[in-house]
Nanobody
Framework: QVQLVESGGGLVQAGGSLRLSCAAS????????MGWYRQAPGKQREFVAG???????NYADSVKGRFTISRDNAKNTVYLQMNSLKPEDTAVYYC??????????WGQGTQVTVSS
């Protein structure tokens, strides 16, 4: 079992930055691929960024060059640095811990709102 708790969401103007954090507990954090997903009102949840235990990353095309995912295995925490935010980035952002079959555990989500 893995418990995930996100923090760092909020309201920001377009062009601004936010840093999301996801603290994990309960199992071997370093064994999981960690990811960030988001869900905007009326839309399906979508992949944003992922990072392996070794630090290899991948991003959705919509956030490449603006968002950076990182992890600190010693602190059991994964981060999402979001720069140059756009109104279309507005969503609930979820942290996930994944095995080879996909996300196994989800956090409760944190709201990010970008005003124009």
């Amino acid at each position: 079992q893995v418990q995930l708790v996100e923090s760092g969401g909020g309201l920001v103007q377009a062009g601004g930055s936010l840093r999301l954090s996801c603290a994990a507990s309960g199992s071997i954090f370093s064994a999981y691929v960690m990811g960030w997903y988001r869900q905007a009102p009326g839309k399906q949840r979508e992949f944003v960024a992922g990072i392996t235990s070794g630090g290899r990353t991948n991003y959705a095309d919509s956030v490449k060059g603006r968002f950076t995912i990182s992890r600190d295995n010693a602190k059991n925490t994964v981060y999402l640095q979001m720069n140059s935010l756009k109104p279309e980035d507005t969503a609930v952002y979820y942290c996930a811990a994944a095995s080879v079959s996909g996300p196994d555990y989800w956090g409760q989500g944190t709201q990010v709102t970008v005003s124009s």
